[in-house]
């Protein structure tokens, strides 16, 4: 995933800060922009995991703070439901300028109920999803409870969100009474995706069944039982991301890229914010690559050796399968396991100081399901040895290193 820091002004000329993410060596086929949730920032877990899933499926994707909150410019006092529309139009009009006009709004809680306003004025979107979004953008004010009396009497009360100390002022409140969400999805002729927790507890399940209801044509509903509001864990944004991406390519124009022209058939793109989690592309394939948690990954893939043991394995069975396909031998099914250890070598003397000395040990097992002789179960192990991967990882091997 290449990914770089951009800024744009909206309509007031406050800068807001945004990130522009983009598939691993090649063009998106499609644009998506981001809106967070109210009093969040764009680098909300769920809101990076979601993007690197919309990544993986091709797309780009830009998600932005909205005035006065995270790195942008701008007093979150000011700001309101309005303001947060003319700032994804601001965002819109940086992305078609330098980048590619978006054909796809995703929007988190608030955010969710923002896209759906901002999209009816941007012609070139076709497709817009929720996640945890309201029914109506007053539901914002359950969080302002203890201090709506202050806020209508004062004009301005500081409130306590998420644990952060924010100044709201009435104008909020009257700009969020203003909006009328039923027009809003009467009219809006667009492709919709509510996703939503029947666990929600910040933003009731019973608020996307009015979207849903309210929504013309066509519209889809996802089920993310189990979440919380903030999709707090990673598997639930990830599944979310993956669920958005594929829905949303039925519905814009995505173009497909041709395969690009490069001496080089793997990229491997890791951005300073990911730590671990690499976006691969494999010849037209994307991947993703990491550590485990305890040695400070997400999990969110395989591990640089798993890889390394995967491509093991799947030759194996590749060459396994074509043999016995070219002898109509009757093989069901063939399952490679693998294992990969470092060792001592058995000639070292000194094996348990040097680690020099230690080398790679690849542990196989084949499962071969079918009906077999013997003398056939024997010649198609010995025809595993022969898998092109097995042969290049027992020759001598030499890599050549250039900076770009």
Known sequence: MKSQKVTFTNKEGVELNARVELPADRKPGGF??????????????????????????????MRFDFTGLGDSEGNFSDTNFSSNIDDLKAAASFLEEHFMAPSLLIGHSLGGAAVLYAAHSMKTVDAVATIGAPSDPMHVSKLLASSLE????MGMAEVNIGGRPFKIKKQFLDDLKAVNMDDVLKNLRKAILVSHSPQDRVVEIENAAKIFQEARHPKSFVSLDGADHLLSDGDDSLYVGN????????????KEPARPQTKRQVVASLTEENKFTTTIKAGDHFLTGDEPEKYGGNNFGPTPYDLVS?????????????????KKWKLDEVNVHINHNKVHGEDCAKCENDESSRIDQFSREIELVGDLDDTQRQKLL???NKCPVHKTLLSEIEITTNLK
């Open 382 to 384: 010995e025809i595993a």
């Open 32 to 61: 998506a922009l981001f809106a967070h949730c109210f009093t969040c920032t764009k680098n909300l877990s769920a809101v990076r995991n979601i993007s690197r899933a919309i990544t993986g499926a091709g797309f780009g994707i």
């Open 243 to 254: 669920v958005i991406a594929h829905w949303a390519k039925r519905y814009i124009d995505f």
């Open 310 to 326: 995967s491509g093991l394995a799947t030759c194996t069975a590749m060459t396994i399968r074509m043999y016995a396909d070219r």
């Open 150 to 153: 202050d806020i209508e009497e």
